[in-house]
């Protein structure tokens, strides 16, 4: 039983956001800024909303929620971020559907009080860390499409037997520039905790620190499955922790940076000789399809990474223990 007496939920945007505290009254609006938060904080307290028997709600808004979610918890509220899915599939429950900010919030509300989000659990520190990770993300994406301009222009130039203004190359020597300068600094957070994700096969420095950075904490997922379903690769098809049946579509509802770069990991894996491999080449063997027979190995691989950083242990393949004589 929750030990909550008092769910507030709240529907963010830019500007503003909107507060339902109960059933009965309209949801309020305040300001989406400090004093705005101020005000919201003093209502709680007048409301008698104490930080022990009370718990915040509220969507993943991308960045629109952070403020809120920071000045509230430190002063000592619980925050729970809400998967916008969840709300969305309780409105079309409904069978007048609303769509309103007024209307959201209490939806919020009453996904709030059925359990619905995981605790906002963010530092300063670690929402730098995300942030330095999805830049070098977004750069990296810059850098990829660029490349792909530039060799169109070059293929031009071949064929004109002419040069064109070298801007492509020049994007191209920055942004690899700039992705050098931002892979240099994310090496100095969480060293160990880095350095312990790399012993697993296709785990290199830009897929551990990712990890490290999307999910700050891997105790947050008890069991393996959970952080299966939270990359988005639990199946839409029956799934086993050792096969998928049917076509094996995944949900993809899940974490799109840590999706892809397990994908790239295991992609890496399955080209040398270890466990991630052996278990590609009998998901082959059965007959599976290329990708299905990987996706099944990323799922294999969310498993390790799970075990190896919740037990604190580098990985050790199995197979390669020396045999006792």
């Known amino acids: ?26 949801s309020r609006k305040f300001n989406n800024t400090t004093l705005g938060i101020n005000s919201f904080i003093r209502h709680l307290s007048k409301s008698n909303f104490q930080t022990q028997d009370t718990v915040i709600g509220l969507e993943s808004t991308g960045s629109y929620h952070l403020r809120l ?34 209307q959201d919030a209490s939806l919020v509300r009453y996904c709030l009080t059925t359990g619905a989000g995981y605790p906002f659990a963010e530092t300063p520190e670690t929402l730098l860390l995300k942030s330095l990770v999805r830049q070098r993300n977004s750069l990296a994406n810059m850098l990829f499409k660029n490349k792909r301009q530039q060799d169109d222009v070059s293929y031009k130039e071949d064929c004109l037997k002419t040069k064109f203004n070298p801007v492509y190359q020049e994007i191209t020597a920055i942004l690899s520039q700039k992705i050098k300068e931002l892979e240099k600094q994310l090496k100095t957070f969480r060293k160990p905790e880095q350095k312990l994700l790399q012993t697993i096969p296709g785990v290199g420095p830009i897929t551990s620190i990712s990890f490290i950075s999307e999910i700050n904490d891997i105790k947050r997922f008890k069991q393996s499955k959970q952080l299966v379903a939270y990359i988005g690769l639990d199946s839409r098809v029956h799934q086993s922790g050792t096969s998928i049946h049917g076509k094996g579509y995944i949900s993809k509802r899940g974490n799109k940076i840590l999706r892809t770069r397990l994908y790239n990991a295991a992609s890496v894996a399955v080209l040398h000789k270890n466990l991630f491999q052996r278990f590609f080449q009998k998901k082959r063997s059965e007959g599976k399809p290329y990708k299905v027979a990987l996706v099944a190995t990323m799922h294999k691989m969310t498993n390790v990474i799970h075990s190896v950083w919740t037990n604190n242990k580098p990985f050790i393949d199995p197979t390669d223990k020396p045999k006792e004589g």
Request: hydrophobic residues 35%; charged residues 25%; glycine residues 4%.
């Open 1 to 26: 039983m929750s030990n909550f007496s008092n769910y507030v939920g709240i529907d963010v945007a830019k500007r503003d956001f909107y507060a339902c505290f109960d059933e009965q009254s309209e």
């Open 69 to 102: 979610c920071l000045q509230c918890s430190s002063l000592g509220f619980q925050i729970k971020v809400i998967n916008p899915l969840i709300v969305k599939k309780q409105n079309q429950t409904n069978l007048r559907r609303v769509k309103n900010d007024p």
